[in-house]
């Protein structure tokens, strides 16, 4: 039987990368059995961990937002400023099959590792860069990015503004890119022995994944206007309901199949036949009428009685969960990895990969 915590464990992986980006890059390959060594500078060590939220201890050495995306990697602490620390790093390459890199701009130069270099040193290494841009050398930062590739724009309401999303989006893009491409390079050199150099930045990887939102702008020059957690196509999908226990419930009604079922089972069939409401397009131009009828069907009941039965009807709805919530489900309990740490401690974060493969047996 396949066993995918083992399938890269003869792969030796350097990560000179440091916030999110591309430490995430380097705990895909830990989770995955490959011998990840991660490098920080002495000064301090990745900039993260201090980035303690205030349940935090202030003499932990490391934050929670170290945890994420820093899980059973060995840690190297070098300053690739004096020659003997760059020569330790420069043995360890020799042995590397990958390294991942996020520099600020000019430190390739100022530490002597610019990629083509390495490539001609190290002919079968491959070389994971992630920077922010691919025309610029100005700092980059997710909500940077957040801002200036119409995320923000699109993401509030017109009361609130635009809003940044509260994970960093942009940076798990990046590295989801960046990770397809180094698998790519990786089979690449299994038929031809050379390493590549595979460069990612988060401005094109937030752009290639504006999907339908580029497409209304590109195809009929419509931007959508900010709608909170609403559809610009399709309704009602996004709008929340609160149920008589005050909990709220998320619809994602896609098709006029499901928009039925919604109907037959909040007792307001009517609907189906009311012209405002018979089609996706004609729901989309009332659903603000819409939204008030069904609302008031959802305070008749509790959460559970109208998960019960959308579940059972196949109606596309889910309970607004928090933190504490999420992590009540057995499902979601079982994404957490564990380390204990020097002090004896235990840190947890989850698992960055969702997948499964196996031999079909």
């Known amino acids: 039987m396949l066993n995918q915590k083992e399938f890269l464990k003869d792969l030796k992986v350097v990560e000179l990368a440091s916030v999110l980006a591309g430490p995430a890059v380097g705990m895909f390959f830990a989770e995955l059995g490959a011998k990840v060594i991660k490098v920080e500078n002495k000064n301090g060590g990745d900039v993260t961990r201090?980035?303690?939220?205030?349940?935090e201890a202030s003499n932990d050495e490391k934050s929670a937002y170290y945890h994420a995306v820093n899980w059973n990697k060995q840690v190297l602490f070098l300053d690739l400023k004096t020659n003997s620390d760059r020569d330790e790093l420069l043995n360890l390459l020799k042995e590397a099959d990958i390294v991942i890199t996020n520099y600020k701009s000019g430190d390739d130069e100022k530490f002597n590792l610019i990629s083509k270099d390495l490539s001609v040193q190290f002919p079968s290494l491959i070389i994971g860069?992630?920077?922010?841009?691919?025309?610029?050398?100005?700092?980059?930062?997710?909500?940077?990015l957040q801002a200036e590739t119409g995320f923000m724009s699109l993401n509030g309401t017109q009361e609130s503004g635009p809003l940044k999303m509260p994970i960093a989006m942009i940076d798990i893009l990046a590295a989801h890119q960046l990770k397809e491409g180094i698998l790519l390079a990786l089979l690449n050199r299994e038929k031809t022995n050379q390493g590549s150099i595979v460069k990612?930045?988060?401005?094109?990887?937030?752009?290639?994944?504006?999907?339908?939102?580029?497409?209304?702008?590109?195809?009929?020059?419509?931007?959508?206007?900010?709608m909170g957690s609403l559809h610009p196509n399709i309704a009602p999908y996004g709008e929340t309901y609160q149920?008589?226990?005050d909990k709220l419930i998320l619809l994602a009604i896609g098709n006029d199949k499901q928009f039925d079922s919604l109907c037959t089972v909040l007792h307001i069939y009517e609907l189906v036949n009311d012209i405002r409401f018979s089609r996706n397009s004609e729901r989309v131009k009332?659903?603000?009428?819409?939204?008030?009828?069904?609302?008031?069907?959802?305070?008749l009941e509790t959460s559970s009685y109208w998960m019960n039965l959308f579940n059972e009807h196949n109606v596309p709805a889910g309970l607004v969960n928090s933190m504490s919530d999420v992590f009540d489900i057995p499902a979601a309990q079982k994404k957490i990895l564990h380390q204990t740490e020097s002090n004896g401690t235990v840190s947890k974060r989850l698992e960055t990969i969702a997948f499964n493969i196996n031999d079909g047996n």
Not at 50 to 55: F, G, I
Not at 129 to 144: L, N, P, Q, R
């Open 200 to 226: 990612v930045n988060l401005f094109d990887a937030a752009i290639s994944s504006l999907a339908n939102q580029a497409s209304n702008w590109l195809n009929s020059s419509f931007e959508s206007p900010r």
């Open 286 to 299: 009332h659903r603000s009428e819409l939204n008030k009828l069904i609302a008031n069907q959802f305070n």
């Open 50 to 55: 201090s980035w303690k939220n205030p349940n």
């Open 129 to 144: 860069e992630i920077a922010g841009y691919s025309d610029s050398h100005k700092v980059a930062f997710d909500a940077v």
């Open 243 to 245: 149920t008589k226990d």
